[in-house]
Nanobody, 126 residues
Framework: QVQLVESGGGLVQAGDSLRLSCTASGRTGSTYTMGWFRQAPGKEREFVGYISWNTVNTAYADSVKGRFTISRDYDKDTVYLQMNSLKSEDTAVYLC???????????????????WGQGTQVTVSS
């Protein structure tokens, strides 16, 4: 079965950087659009960014644009979220997500993603 496993979260201070990883297993191929979302306590799940299946397109939420960057390694079937200049408002559980099929269009909507990781906690102290 398909599994997405995030790692790299932790407790950091405002202004620090973190790199999250999301490694997929159990699926055919690696040409999938991948999304990153986050959820803070008491808040709805929020789009952070995506990378298209062919890596041509990336998109980010306005709140993270210019600070966060998504990249991928097809050989490792792993997607990365590089987070710089972290702020206290970035504190959340970060989740990666994948649609069911390869070559799927990119999307900012959680409902368009089928597989989800368990999440990794990022806490930014001010």
């Amino acid at each position: 079965q398909v599994q997405l496993v995030e790692s790299g979260g932790g407790l950091v201070q405002a202004g620090d950087s973190l790199r999250l990883s999301c490694t997929a297993s159990g699926r055919t191929g690696s040409t999938y659009t991948m999304g990153w979302f986050r959820q803070a306590p008491g808040k709805e799940r929020e789009f952070v960014g995506y990378i298209s299946w062919n890596t041509v397109n990336t998109a980010y939420a306005d709140s993270v644009k210019g600070r966060f960057t998504i990249s991928r390694d097809y050989d490792k079937d792993t997607v990365y979220l590089q987070m710089n200049s972290l702020k206290s408002e970035d504190t959340a559980v970060y989740l990666c997500a994948s649609p069911r099929l390869q070559y799927s269009p990119s999307s900012v909507y959680p409902g368009d993603y089928h597989y989800w990781g368990q999440g990794t906690q990022v806490t930014v102290s001010s």
